[in-house]
T-cell receptor, first 111, second 114 residues
Framework: GESVGLHLPTLSVQEGDNSIINCAYS??????FIWYKQESGKGPQFIID?????DKRQGQRVTVLLNKTVKHLSLQIAATQPGDSAVYFC??????????FGKGTHLIIQP | EAQVTQNPRYLITVTGKKLTVTCSQN?????MSWYRQDPGLGLRQIYY???????DKGDVPEGYKVSRKEKRNFPLILESPSPNQTSLYFC?????????????FGPGTRLTVT
């Protein structure tokens, strides 16, 4: 499938600040866009998803924004905590074959 | 506890020696999938299965086989492993339909082929 990419391989933020992780996608036919979190030594964990007919979706401390005009997806984490330190992957889905993942952004939380 | 289990967690083998990585889920999920994760490349799908006896190739299926004889199990088979299959492998499962994108991942199997 077409690739899903991320703007930055590493993002460093201060504890308590808000984090914004960005992702650019290329397949405009995708129905869903998803964010996964992968902590060190573990498998990815689902965070939140958004359907292609939506612009914004909020969860607990997280917000996903979708801009279909420029094919851009972002994950906002409010009041970043040490436990948020992980690699974050965006992914897109829409066909029968499941998900296509981006390369990941490593979020580092500075004390 | 709802989970996806993989065995073994770590494996070092030699080129050409057949191996199987097992994957089992206890959530009665229809959809199961195998991914490999390599530095700088993210997660790439190897094979997936929509249900028992139904399997399909993902993005990087060469050198791998799978089977889905039971709903809960989805083993990954490397008939003749090669060094370029050294990687971190993840099994995942989910329900069908829209919730297919909320996948539950296993802990991973780190494979080294010498």
């Amino acid at each position: 499938g077409e690739s899903v990419g991320l703007h930055l391989p590493t993002l460093s933020v201060q504890e308590g600040d808000n984090s914004i992780i960005n992702c650019a996608y290329s397949n405009s036919a995708s129905d869903y866009f998803i964010w996964y979190k992968q902590e060190s030594g573990k498998g990815p964990q689902f965070i939140i998803d958004i359907r292609s007919n939506m612009d914004k979706r909020q969860g607990q401390r997280v917000t996903v924004l979708l801009n279909k005009t420029v094919k851009h997806l972002s994950l906002q984490i409010a009041a970043t905590q040490p436990g948020d330190s992980a690699v974050y992957f965006c992914a897109e889905g829409g066909g029968a074959d499941g998900l296509t993942f981006g390369k990941g952004t490593h979020l580092i939380i500075q004390p | 506890e709802a989970q996806v289990t993989q065995n073994p967690r770590y494996l070092i083998t030699v080129t050409g020696k057949k191996l199987t990585v097992t994957c089992s889920q206890n959530m009665n999920h229809e959809y199961m999938s195998w991914y490999r994760q390599d530095p700088g490349l993210g997660l790439r799908q190897i094979y997936y299965s929509m249900n028992v006896e139904v399997t399909d190739k993902g993005d990087v299926p060469e050198g791998y086989k799978v089977s889905r004889k039971e709903k809960r199990n989805f083993p990954l088979i490397l008939e003749s492993p090669s060094p370029n299959q050294t990687s971190l492998y993840f099994c995942a499962s989910s329900n069908q339909g829209r919730s297919r994108y909320e996948q539950y991942f296993g802990p991973g199997t780190r494979l080294t082929v010498t």
